[in-house]
């Protein structure tokens, strides 16, 4: 298979051009390219579009208007497709509040179909021989001018999406399995960016939990600390400072430049160039009252009673055994999540409706009559051992 020629759409003129000619296509193809893992603040960088017969490159920092693309992901007429589409669906909400209508994510239906490789260099291997070029995979593309190697690495990503949309499409319909996709799919209509989270991330990093309150006092103002500085460069945060030595210097809460220095996580050349204001944010957080350092909130205990464990067990079993004959992962057919809540039901097949983990498709995979008895079975194994 010979990909498409691709263009470089960098002036209004081109893009208007362009949505002229995408605007009566059936079916498009899209995908983003972003620098998380260069910059601070995050955008769109890139965006890829493919139709059956051409694939363009949009610059969106050259180009004054994209509300277009926003029509075109929410025309009803047109499929677009695009692989893992939930980075994208929420960095498009993000920047510019664009909606999708019509989805056929190539991951998801490569998941539902058992592909042991979902991503797309081992499905485009697959299925057209191609080898995917992996050099840019983490390329700056906030970066201008972009290299005509990058930008061609870039028109690859969906440059065949069409053609193996179809492949995939057909699959699933030959496999009675286009519906469990068609659901799938339409969840991901209502996929929203989520916004920034509420100043507790640092909570989040591996470790936290084994710090105590004064650890975690550190730990916030050397998370806090490392956020001014990424953001004053523009610069992804882990090029600050690791989180590994974020959580060791709130272990180990140095005192001195010495002690700075035997701090093993941290790079020397962080603790020579930045050494003395961390030392200095280390004691004042160190210097606030103790009733102001964050601990983490005991919640009640949550652990499922004794039958509920034995339910879930019976359950994933159950699913396992049906993920084999089907030829799919066990948590692509369903969640343990899943399984947890269909644990805490009565176990008829009319409470399975009521769940809203479970999807119609897994209903129909699993046999709502089958995973009701698989949950039923423990009672009465319990009801005749106590006969």
């Known amino acids: 298979m010979t990909p498409p020629r691709w263009q470089l759409v960098d002036s209004d003129a081109a893009f208007r051009e362009l949505v002229t000619r995408l605007s009566s296509e059936p079916l498009l193809a899209f995908d983003t390219e972003a620098a998380s893992f260069h910059r601070f603040t995050d955008r769109v960088y890139l965006i890829q579009v493919s139709s059956r017969s051409e694939t363009a490159v949009i610059d969106p920092l050259a180009v004054t208007d994209l509300a277009p693309v926003g029509a075109l992901l929410a025309d009803p007429d047109i ?65 201008r001018p972009l290299t005509p190697d990058m930008l061609a ?24 399995r286009l519906d469990w996709a068609t659901e799938e799919f339409q969840r991901l209509e209502g996929i929203r960016w989520s916004g920034p989270d509420n100043g507790e991330a640092y909570l989040r990093l591996k470790g936290a939990r084994l710090l105590p309150p004064r650890g975690l006092a550190v730990l916030r103002a050397m998370y806090a600390w490392r956020d001014e500085q990424a953001r004053a460069l523009d610069r992804a945060t882990f090029r600050i400072m690791a989180n590994e030595a974020l959580v060791a210097l709130a272990r180990l809460t140095p005192a001195t430049p010495a002690q700075l220095k035997d701090v093993r996580e941290l790079p020397p050349s962080i603790a020579d160039r930045y050494g003395r204001v961390l030392l200095e944010r280390i004691g004042a957080a160190l210097a606030t009252p103790e009733n102001s350092w964050p601990r983490f909130e005991r919640r009640p205990g949550t652990r499922p009673d004794r039958d509920t464990e034995e339910r879930v067990e019976r359950l994933k079993r159950f699913r396992n055994d049906r993920a084999r004959e089907l030829g799919i992962e066990p948590g692509v057919l369903c969640p343990n999540g899943t399984l947890e809540a269909i644990a805490r039901t009565g176990g008829g097949p009319a409470e399975l409706d009521t769940i809203p983990e479970l999807r119609a498709w897994q209903r129909v995979a699993l046999g709502a009559a089958q995973l009701a008895a698989a949950l039923l079975e423990s009672e009465r194994r319990v009801e005749g051992g106590a006969g």
């Open 79 to 143: 499929e677009v497709v695009f692989h893992d589409a939930d980075f994208d669906l929420r960095s498009l909400d993000r920047d510019y509040g664009f909606r999708v209508r019509r989805v056929f994510d190539t991951r998801i239906a490569a998941q539902l179909l058992g592909e042991p490789g979902v991503g797309l260099g081992a499905l485009l291997d697959k299925h057209f021989g191609l080898v995917l070029n992996k050099k840019f995979q983490r390329a700056d593309w906030s970066q």
């Open 153 to 176: 690495y870039a028109a690859a990503d969906t440059a065949t999406l069409p053609q193996l949309r179809d492949v995939l499409r057909e699959a699933l319909a030959s496999r009675s």
